[in-house]
Each structure stands twice: as C-alpha cells, then as structure tokens.
C-alpha cells in the first residue's frame, strides 16, 4: 500500500444523505475520514451533502445509489466504494427501514388477507439485516487490509420488542447478534460494534397528531434523562468505536437509560 493511501482514512457510511445517517458522516469528515455518502432515493440531499463536504476539504466525499434490497447493487456499492480511494477503514451499516407490521391475522392459514404482506418481511429484513451481513462480508478483505472495523446502527427494541414492530424487532435482534458474530468470526484485524439508539429522531412517516405527541411524550417520560437525545450522540458514540481499537464485540445504547425500564 503507498503511503498516501496509508494517509487516508475511508468510510463508508449507508442510508448517510439525511438525518443520522448525515450526522456521522459530517461527523467523520470532520475527523479526517473520506466519506462515501450512500443513498436510494435522497439524490438531491446526497449531492449537497457531498457539496458541503468538498467545500472544506478536496476530493474527500462522493456519493453512491444503491437499492439495498438489490443483491447486484450491494456488489456494485462495495466495489465503486474501493475504487474511490482505493481503500476502506469503516463501514457503518445505518441505513434501516422503520414501519409498523401488526400481526393481525395468520399468514401461514390465511394468505388471502390483506393485512399480510409478504412484502414487508422482504423490505424490512432485506434493508435492516441482509444488507450490513452482505456488505460486511463483502469488505471484509479491503477491512482486513486497513484493520478497519465495522459499525453497526442496532436499536434498544432488538433487546425488548415494541409492539406492532415484529419484523422490524426481527430485524435489529438479528443486526445484534451479527454484530457480535462479526466480532468473533473477524478478529484479530477487524473490529466489529454497535450502537442502539433511543430516542433521537422521531420516525418521518409519523403522522403529528395529538395521539402521536402523547405517545411521544410517554416514551420521554419512561427515560431517566427525561429527553430525546440528538444526532450528535449518536455521533459520539461512532466517533469512540472507530477509534477504540481495543474494543470490539460491544453495542453501546444512546437511550437516555431508557432500556432500563423497557
């Protein structure tokens, strides 16, 4: 490896043109990171996002569109995410799909239904668990070279669930136990954590009604910081994980100790 790309510090951070995602990857940038801005469907915001970051440092970001649902998209994201730079440090899998699935009727008796969509497992556990595996395992050689590490965006209902969410507490239990499989099957030379947030963003596909601002304003009574938190520590805790190289194998919650009373 030449030294300029020994230099070079690189980061792939998914479903990063907006919100958290955003957050790390400014965040990352800041710290001397190159960034490669994943993104579906926020062209625009990836493209400004790279715009901002270009601004205070020279060929340091771009921006990439990958369906993650799409297994030759994940080949090709990995692949033009080495290419930019030649290399990968950190990937954080973040990119997740959040939407209610109540279990209103069997699926296996009754397909007929239309509370059943087979389509929501598909999306759901494609997006949130299937895509950071696939990924992982396809950086694993250029990680393995760099002693990169691996992040992964978990959830404090992959521990204790939260109703009318199955899948998606499918979904980031699965992301829990990948991470510290990652940690196990991938050491000495990659590094494998998560974080679980809390309260931080309110979903956007919630609707702002007065049911919803009471339900919102419970789970803010049921944490012990008595607030949502914010990007920024989400931020803080990626910052410390990428950096801690004696640390693998853990999932930090963000939760304001919410998940003491779940």
Request: aromatic share 6%; hydrophobic share 40%.
């Amino acid at each position: 490896m030449s030294d300029l790309k020994r230099n070079i510090k690189v980061a792939l951070i998914t479903g990063s043109a907006r919100r958290i995602g955003a957050s790390i990857a400014e965040m990352l940038h800041q710290n001397g990171f190159n960034t490669v801005i994943h993104y579906n469907h926020s062209k625009s915001d990836a493209e400004h996002l790279v715009d901002r970051l270009q601004k205070n440092r020279a060929n340091s970001a771009t921006a990439i569109k990958a369906d993650l649902q799409t297994i030759s998209d994940l080949n090709r994201l990995a692949e033009s995410a080495v290419a930019q730079w030649g290399k990968i440090d950190l990937l954080v899998n973040n990119a997740s799909c959040f939407y209610p699935t109540p279990i209103t009727s069997n699926p296996i008796v009754d397909t007929t239904k239309p509370e059943f969509k087979m389509d929501d497992w598909s999306t759901i556990i494609d997006t949130n668990l299937r895509a950071p595996y696939i990924l992982s395992l396809l950086l694993t050689d250029e990680l393995r070279k760099a002693d990169g590490s691996i992040i992964n965006l978990v959830d404090i209902y992959s521990e204790r669930p939260l109703k009318n969410h199955s899948i998606y507490n499918i979904s980031k239990a699965g992301i829990a136990m990948m991470t510290q499989t990652l940690a196990k099957e991938l050491a000495p030379n990659i590094r494998v954590n998560g974080v679980s947030p809390g309260a931080i963003l309110w979903p956007e596909n919630e609707s702002e009604n007065a049911e919803q601002s009471t339900a919102q304003q419970r789970i803010i009574s049921q944490t012990p910081l008595a607030r949502c938190g914010s990007p920024s520590d989400i931020c803080e805790a990626v910052n410390y994980l990428a950096n801690s190289t004696f640390v693998t194998g853990q999932i930090i919650k963000v939760d304001g100790g919410r998940s003491l009373y779940l």
